[in-house]
Every structure is written in C-alpha cells, then in structure tokens.
C-alpha cells in the first residue's frame, strides 16, 4: 500500500472539509443548472465569500479548488491575504471601503467591486500607482458599485444608476486601474428580478462608451438563479458554501 501523502490525508479526513466540499458541489450544481436554463454557454465565475470565517476555512476551500474570495473589511481581508500569502489566491474586496484604506487594499486585493464615488477612485489610483511602482503588482479590477434601491427602502449600498457614467470615465482614465464592470446587491424585501434586470440594462449603457467593461458582478445565496438568468458574470456567494455568520453588531 502507498503511503498518503503528508497533509492530504489529514485534509481528507477533516469533517469541516468534507461539509464544504458538499456544499460547494451543492452551489456548483446550482449555477450549472441555471446557466444551462437561461440558455448561457459560460458559466459565471463563482468568488467565495470568506467574511467572518477563518482563515483555516479558507485553507480548506483551496484545497478543494476554489482560488476567488470575496471580503468586505480590510483589516480581516489582509490578515488573511498576508497569512496565506503561500497559496495562489485572488481577493476581492467587496465591501464599503473608506478612501484611507486604499493603500492598504492595493497591497492584496485583486478587485475591489464596491468602487461608488470618485474620490476612492481617485484615492486608489494614487495607492495602485505607488504599489505598481515597489512591486510591479496587476492593475487593479474594478467594479463600479451600483445602488438599485428604488426611493423608501433600505439603503444597501452605491453609486446612484446615474452617476455610473462619470465614475466609468475616471476609472478608465487611471493608469493602473481596469474597469471592469459593475456590482450590485439586490434590494431587500423585493424579488431580485427586476433589479438585475435593471442592473443588465445599466450595463449595456455602460458598454456603450466601455466596451470592456462587460463584468456583471450580481447574484448572492438567495438569488444566484435570478442574477445567471439576468447575465451575471461573477457571483458571490458566501452562506449557502460557508454556512451562516455570526450576525453583525
Ligand atoms: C456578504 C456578501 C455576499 C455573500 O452573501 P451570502 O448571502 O452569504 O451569499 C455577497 N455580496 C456582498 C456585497 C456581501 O457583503
């Protein structure tokens, strides 16, 4: 008999990582099957969200192929990104984001999607322009955050629909910065298809001036289906892989 390999066998054996190995297969199954539904040849790209889990979790996950996490605090997110810093992962920042923590986020991150105001635009050019310069880093994704609450409902978040154009230019005009799309959480206490069918037809307006600026970044455990039917390209999926977070404070 062959020996396992060191590590593996102790990797295999982990009850937490035969759970996440379930569930991802679970949400894999899932974006296939809608994916195939909608009619879709390419499925979107499914981005981990590891906020308020381990880095340990993140270990495992690895293990089992996933190389895309998604975070929303920088403080977490780099002392994650700086312990694992051996494995081959990407980083997406996904959350609100104050301008004095770009220069922290450049160092790991290899998209923030929750770009929503000019001046973090321009507070991260200037951190990407310095970090290309010592490391000669990536440039760095970008996404543009957009809110689509209608007036009265909670808040979650971005750029008002009409301020995308502006935000697209200055991205696009910052060495070093890659628009690459838009992001957007579905409104609470609504059903999402109305939402990311408005999101979609944000983003044809946007490839309009932007070409290559066709990333969909939409789509979350409740709504993944709804968000593939409406063109999402990247999801983010956090609970139903990870299970559920202690609630925030
Ligand atoms: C937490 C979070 C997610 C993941 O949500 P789940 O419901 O746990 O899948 C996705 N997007 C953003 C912006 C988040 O903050």
Redesign the pocket.
Known sequence: MTEPMPGVDAVDTDPRTAELRDRLATVHRRITEATREAGRGEEPRLIV?S?FHPAADVVRLASLGVIDL?E?RDQEAGAKAAELSNLDLRWHF??QLQSNKAKSVVKYAHSVQSVDRVQLVTALAKAIERQQSETGRPDLECFIQVSLQDDGGEHRGGAAPADVGLLADSIADAAGLRLAGLMA?APLGVPPEAAFERLAAISEELRRSHPGAGAISAG???DLEAAVRFGATHL?????ILGS?PPVG
């Open positions: 969200v906020k998604g929303n996904i959350g959480v979350m455990s409740q983010r999926i956090g609970s139903d977070r």
